[in-house]
């Protein structure tokens, strides 16, 4: 489902208890355990519904694969614009957690939802200490 910009996802359930943004901090990070987040991922993708919340401090979101075998998709046109076309649309289950920039670990179900998930970790701003 594609929401219009800067409208929320209807597909997202969130705990009442993580609605409330969590003020930025200037100090230390917690960065929690990749096994446990692949843990929470898993739940998450086996339920099989998005989901967004927060987690060890951080944003986390899932998203279920969507299939749907005729979408309206907005595709560049090649002279900086934008056209409709109707094709099928395949979008593969995701998993975030953390900030671009500041700590980030993703996992994508680009092989298929029965598949293990590709893996990404952005920790290059994470200073051991």
Not at 109 to 121: A, K, M, R, S, T
Request: one cysteine or more; charged letters at 25%; glycine letters at 8%.
């Amino acid at each position: 489902m594609l929401c219009p910009k800067n409208e929320p996802n209807p597909r997202h359930r969130q705990h009442p208890q993580r609605q409330r943004p969590i003020p930025r901090r200037n100090g230390p990070l917690f960065i929690p355990n990749l096994d446990e987040i692949r843990a929470l991922a898993m739940r998450l993708h086996k339920d099989g519904q998005p989901y967004r919340g927060r987690a060890w401090g951080w944003e986390v979101t899932y998203e279920p694969e969507v299939t749907e075998p005729v979408a309206q998709v907005e595709v560049a046109d090649g002279k900086g614009g934008f056209v409709t076309e109707t094709m099928p649309l395949w979008m593969a289950a995701s998993f975030t957690i953390g900030e671009s920039g500041v700590w980030f670990f993703s996992l994508l179900w680009e092989n298929g939802v029965d598949q293990p998930p590709v893996e990404f970790l952005d920790d290059r701003n994470v200073i051991d200490g």
